[in-house]
């Protein structure tokens, strides 16, 4: 299928051409004249408030819906669904106003004489850490280790509140989640996602979480896990190519061996990270739109599009100037000129999908939906479950924001997921061996895992679980208070009070590695979600329990009272947790049965992105399994290893470094040596910097269907 066929030649084309025109006529006409632009000006001084008018600006109609004379109608409420977030009153979304308040205030209580009445303390000094070269969140570790669990962050008129204690993150999160929404998060992602579940508005999440949370039903994963199988074969083939090239030794200098992008390309060396990346890119494409992505190699125009994309999204998460709400800045710049015409050719591209998928609808109910036979349908996709669904009828855009939600929520996240845990287990080789006996008795030779094997591999969700907690994928989750309430005091032992339009952060990273919470927090032990953990000291925390049988795909937020929560928690918690879990169980398992890793570098320091990023690629060596009938043998070089206590840790101090990691969260954290590099991520085949490639080189496989 072409990327440009749905607006190439014929009548439909130029029909839809002049659709174009009416659609972006009526853009214009709905779009608040005078109050848009008093708001756009005002955005300037008060992020926040005239949320969904860059993204409109941004985001084109959608042909499907002129076509079906729908226009932006609402949606039907579904009859079904898991959204339980309605209790109480929601309270009124913010307004400029409140904004401009809220910054006096701030200003006034910051550099003025007015009392903070919040209860937190503010980081003194230059919070300047923050914009340096260090992962934010890294920063944020070390403010916690100095200030405690609830601090906040004071910048001219903006304050932020960094909360890392479970009590207070189920309040937020589980018993309040509509004093909440996604704030600063929903401001950056809006452009990209529009409505789509993340930076929804809770009247439209509502809806759409309803109607998309049965789409991720029992047999349809069960279908997604044999995806799951093939698009990782194909990346098993591309490692079996790479296996095969010229060995770098492992003594010398890698730098000088992969000099130039021609040895690079010789080598026994992949990034793993790209290629995980790949990967994911491929099965989450199918999944979601049954697409196939282009070769990354072949320097597809829409892959290109989707990495820049998600790298503008990045880039605005970093940047405190939103200087892309200035309405004609997007047309100067010309990185925010790209970003219009990137998201025009993955608009184009999802309207062509979502039209294809229209045009062929077969209404049925739910049940018929959720027992479906998927051994005979040929397009198994999130898209064809969400049109088919009878009484749904969502508008092609919302269509479109949804799709490119899920797209964006559900690749990177389980690709950062399996690069850390390959990064951890190649420097654990106790680990790697105790994987590798499960995955020999439960997955013998090629077999294709399924969702009962998924089951039985308990010990490689475990190490999963192990990456999530040292590694979330966010390592922050972000909102904004809705009203003036209290959250009650949990470890910090003191209330924090928050005003209307307050931003607030959940730090996972620090909350994950919190000392009172975890035993050797930095230390990478998949065994310790075996061990009952309990701290009477920590006030209002039940502590971790296991799952009986570890009943569930990962240990969660119930088992450890939220001080685990991989996937976040409450009503707005993942809804593609199973289907990660199930992806990144079946890709590491048959990843391993079959090849080996080394690290090519002693240190892989991290960056902050959507997720935690590698400075420069998980560069590894790999080659195939030396003996699959032996399969605690391992390199010599990997014997003297031992469990490390952050990715960046170099493998020669890995001993020490475990040794001190009953030391506070940050222990690990003094260990980085960050290099911000945030054109990192290359999909081309290019060299970066010292000449290593950037590349995995993997090569996309034919259609599965
Ligand atoms: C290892 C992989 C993944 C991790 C660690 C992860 C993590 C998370 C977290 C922490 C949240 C909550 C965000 C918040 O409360 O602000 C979230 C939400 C979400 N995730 Fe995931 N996710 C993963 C994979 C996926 C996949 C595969 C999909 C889809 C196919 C997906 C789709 C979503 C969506 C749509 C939301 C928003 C839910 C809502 O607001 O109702 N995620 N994810």
């Known amino acids: 299928m072409g990327w440009m066929a749905a607006f190439c030649g014929g009548a439909v084309g130029s029909e839809r051409s002049a659709e174009w025109k009416v659609a972006a006529r009526s853009q214009r006409i709905r779009a608040p004249d005078a109050g848009a632009v008093a708001a756009r000006a005002a955005a300037v001084v008060a992020r926040g408030a005239s949320r969904g008018r860059a993204a409109r600006s941004v985001r084109k109609a959608c042909p499907v819906d002129q076509q079906n004379g729908q226009g932006e109608t609402q949606l039907p409420v579904p009859t079904t669904g898991s959204a339980d977030a309605d209790k109480g009153e929601i309270p009124p979304p913010l307004t400029t106003g409140d904004m401009a308040g809220l910054w006096w205030t701030n200003i006034q209580q910051t550099y003025g004489s007015k009392p903070s009445v919040d209860g937190a303390p503010r980081v003194e000094g230059d919070p300047s850490d923050l914009l340096g070269d260090q992962p934010f969140f890294i920063a944020l570790a070390k403010y916690f280790a100095q200030y405690g669990s609830v601090f906040k962050l004071a910048f001219g008129p903006k304050v932020f509140f960094v909360v890392s204690d479970p009590a207070m993150t189920r309040f937020i999160l589980r018993d309040n989640p509509t004093y909440y929404d996604k704030g600063v998060l929903a401001e950056i992602l809006e452009p990209i996602m529009g409505k789509g579940l993340i930076p929804a508005d809770f009247e439209t999440w509502k809806k759409r979480r309803r109607v998309i949370a049965p789409g991720f039903h029992m047999k349809w994963l069960d279908r997604m896990t044999r995806l799951f199988g093939e698009c990782t074969d194909e990346l098993l083939q591309e490692l079996d190519r790479v296996a095969s090239r010229g060995v770098v030794s492992s003594t010398g200098s890698v730098k000088q061996q992969l000099g130039s992008k021609a040895q690079a390309k010789q080598s026994n060396v992949i990034d793993m990270e790209t290629a995980f990346c790949s990967c994911s890119l491929d099965i989450i494409g199918k999944a979601v739109f049954n697409y196939e992505f282009g070769s990354v190699t072949n320097e597809s125009p829409i892959i290109k599009a989707v990495y820049r994309c998600l790298r503008e999204a990045e880039h605005r998460s970093t940047f405190l100037f939103p200087y892309w709400k200035i309405e004609f800045l997007n047309w100067v710049i010309p990185r925010q000129r790209k970003f219009r015409r990137d998201m025009k050719i993955i608009s184009d591209q999802l309207d062509e999908l979502i039209q294809l998928a229209v045009d062929s609808r077969d209404e049925s109910d739910l049940s018929a939906l959720e027992s479906r036979d998927y051994d ?170 296991p799952n009986p049988n570890e009943a569930s795909l990962y240990p969660n937020e119930i088992n450890s009272d939220y001080a685990f929560m991989p996937f976040g928690a409450g009503p707005r918690k993942c809804v593609g947790d199973q289907f990660a879990m199930l992806e990144a169980t079946v890709c590491l398992a048959m990843t391993l049965r079959e090849f080996d890793f080394e690290h090519v570098y002693d240190e892989v320091g991290m960056t902050t992105g959507a997720t935690i990023h590698t400075q420069n690629g998980l560069m590894m060596r790999v080659t195939r399994r030396r003996d699959r009938s032996a399969p605690d043998a391992r390199p010599a070089s990997d014997a003297t290893t031992s469990s490390s206590s952050s990715a960046s840790v170099p493998t020669s101090a890995a001993a020490s470094a475990s040794a001190s990691a009953s030391a506070s969260a940050t222990a690990g954290v003094a260990n980085v040596i960050p290099k911000k590099d945030t054109n990192r991520v290359s999909i081309l085949a290019e060299p970066i910097e010292d000449g290593r490639t950037s590349n995995s080189g993997v090569s996309r496989r034919p259609a599965v269907s």
Not at 451 to 458: E, G, H, P, R, T
Not at 461 to 466: D, F, G, H, Q, T
Not at 498 to 515: A, E, K
């Open 376 to 545: 005979v349908i040929k397009d198994p996709s999130m898209l064809r479950f969400l049109v088919d669904l009878r009484g749904e009828q969502a508008t092609c855009s919302q269509l479109r924001d949804d799709l490119i939600t899920l797209l964006t929520a559900g690749h990177e996240t389980t690709a950062a997921l399996l690069t850390w845990a390959l990064c951890e287990i190649a420097r654990n080789p106790h680990v790697l061996s105790k994987l590798r006996e499960e995955i020999d008795t439960i997955l013998p030779d090629r077999k294709m895992p399924t969702m009962s094997d998924v089951k039985a591999l308990q010990y490689t969700r475990r190490v999963l679980a192990e990456t999530l907690r040292m590694y979330p994928q966010p390592p922050v989750l972000i909102r904004r208070a809705l009203k003036d309430h209290t959250i009650p005091a949990g470890t910090s032992k003191m209330d924090l009070k928050l005003l209307r339009g307050n931003d607030l952060f959940i730090s996972l990273y620090t909350l994950h590695r919190h000392p009172d919470l975890w035993e050797n927090p930095n230390r990478f032990d998949p065994d310790r979600w075996t061990r009952e953990f309990t701290n009477p000291a920590v006030k209002d925390w039940k502590g971790y329990k």
